[in-house]
């Protein structure tokens, strides 16, 4: 018997139907009691099982997380930024995020805040700070959000897509072995745009010479 714990707590979502994807996708913002990716995967899976139609699932679960999103910057800006920074560093110690990783993610901010919006959206973990990020710089909350949600609707739309398209290739899909898979993914893509960003940034250095040349 295949032990797959993400596959049964989706059976439990499915209940409640659009309804109940809407609130986790809000939750997964805060309490994110499993990854992002593992959760939108399982929402796929599920939807080729006939438990939503796969536009509701994107829709519901994609205003849960703008929702979410919208929270976690307005309640930062409220809080102001010595409580917020304060509150940013525990939370971020708790997801395992270290202190100089949070403060690239606000340095990052200060250079390109609309773009950024956008990308790190596309980041895990990351992902869940940005609103801070930009509350605690006095970000154009229109602008920030407008960006964000398309970030959103894009990593969503991502992870649903292919769980959906997977259980739809495979007869049988452990959702908790898929997730597995995809973290294995996101971690090469990362570390593969790192290496590229490193090499764009040496070459623009003044005195840079290209091999060959």
């Known amino acids: ?3 797959d714990p993400v596959s049964t707590i989706m059976a439990w979502i499915s ?4 309804i109940g994807l809407f609130a986790v996708a809000l939750s997964e913002r805060f309490v994110p009691v499993m990854p992002s990716y593992g959760l939108f995967l399982a929402v796929g899976i599920a939807a080729a099982d006939g438990a939503w139609s796969l536009p509701g699932a994107m829709a519901a679960t994609t205003m849960g997380s703008i929702v979410g999103c919208s ?3 307005y309640a930062a800006r409220r809080l102001g930024s010595v409580r917020s920074m304060r509150f940013l560093n525990a939370t971020g110690r708790l997801f395992g995020m270290p202190g100089d990783r949070m403060g690239r993610g606000i340095a ?5 805040q609309t773009v950024l919006a956008f990308s790190l959206q596309l980041v895990p973990t990351v992902r869940l700070f940005a609103p801070a990020f930009a509350a ?4 154009k909350a229109r602008g920030f959000l407008i960006a964000s949600a398309a970030g959103i609707a894009i990593w969503n739309g991502v992870f649903i897509g292919i769980g959906f398209y997977v259980s739809h290739s495979m007869a049988q899909v452990n959702t908790t072995l898929l997730a597995f898979a995809a973290l294995g993914g996101l971690i090469v893509a990362e570390a593969a745009l790192f290496w590229i960003a490193r090499r764009v940034r040496a070459l623009r250095k003044p005195g840079a010479v290209l091999c060959g040349i």
């Open 1 to 3: 018997m295949d032990l």
């Open 15 to 18: 209940s409640y139907g659009l």
């Open 71 to 73: 929270s976690w910057f």
């Open 108 to 112: 990052s901010f200060r250079r390109n």
């Open 136 to 139: 605690l710089l006095d970000g």
